[in-house]
């Protein structure tokens, strides 16, 4: 009986230090690498020669939910960016998105997009 109350305390504080040095070796990549899953790296912004927002018809304002850092919005970014006739600008701040086009995009593909990178989207505004 007299060793299992030596034991037993010491398994559970092996276990809660094991659980301190993994939260504190997380936080402390978290901080330098940005928390949002960006493959351990940072995200570059995608540099696009498409920005003056006069020449697309269509814009759309997206509500954007799950946002820690500024990887976060720039993943998301850089997503549309990548599209042809698609411009973006994601403010983690406002947790939100504009994202002009000059074709008309669906709801459903714009939020299959930031859902697909593992965000959640609240209202999309549609303004033409």
Same mark, same amino acid.
């Given at each position: 009986?007299?060793?299992?109350?030596?034991? =037993?305390?010491?398994?559970? =504080?092996?276990?809660?230090? =094991? +659980?301190? +040095?993994?939260?504190?070796?997380?936080?402390?990549?978290?901080?330098?690498?940005? !928390? !949002?899953?960006?493959?351990?790296?940072?995200?570059?912004? =995608?540099?696009?020669?498409?920005?003056?927002?006069?020449?697309?018809?269509?814009?759309?304002?997206?509500?954007?939910?799950?946002?820690? !850092?500024?990887? !976060?919005?720039?993943? +998301?970014?850089?997503?549309?960016?990548?599209?042809?006739?698609?411009?973006?600008?994601?403010?983690?701040?406002?947790?939100?998105? +504009?994202?002009?086009?000059?074709?008309?995009?669906?709801?459903?593909?714009?939020?299959?997009?930031?859902?697909?990178?593992?965000?959640?989207?609240?209202?999309?505004?549609?303004?033409?």
């Amino acid at each position: 009986m007299e060793i299992l109350q030596i034991i =037993i305390p010491t398994i559970i =504080i092996s276990a809660l230090v =094991i +659980i301190a +040095i993994i939260s504190v070796k997380t936080y402390l990549r978290n901080l330098a690498q940005g !928390c !949002c899953g960006t493959g351990g790296g940072k995200e570059s912004k =995608i540099k696009v020669d498409k920005s003056d927002v006069s020449e697309y018809k269509y814009k759309y304002t997206v509500e954007i939910s799950g946002m820690t !850092c500024k990887n !976060c919005s720039m993943r +998301i970014e850089n997503v549309f960016n990548r599209k042809d006739g698609i411009l973006a600008d994601v403010s983690l701040d406002e947790g939100s998105g +504009i994202i002009y086009s000059k074709d008309p995009l669906t709801e459903f593909s714009i939020r299959q997009t930031i859902v697909g990178l593992g965000y959640s989207v609240g209202g999309i505004t549609e303004e033409i």
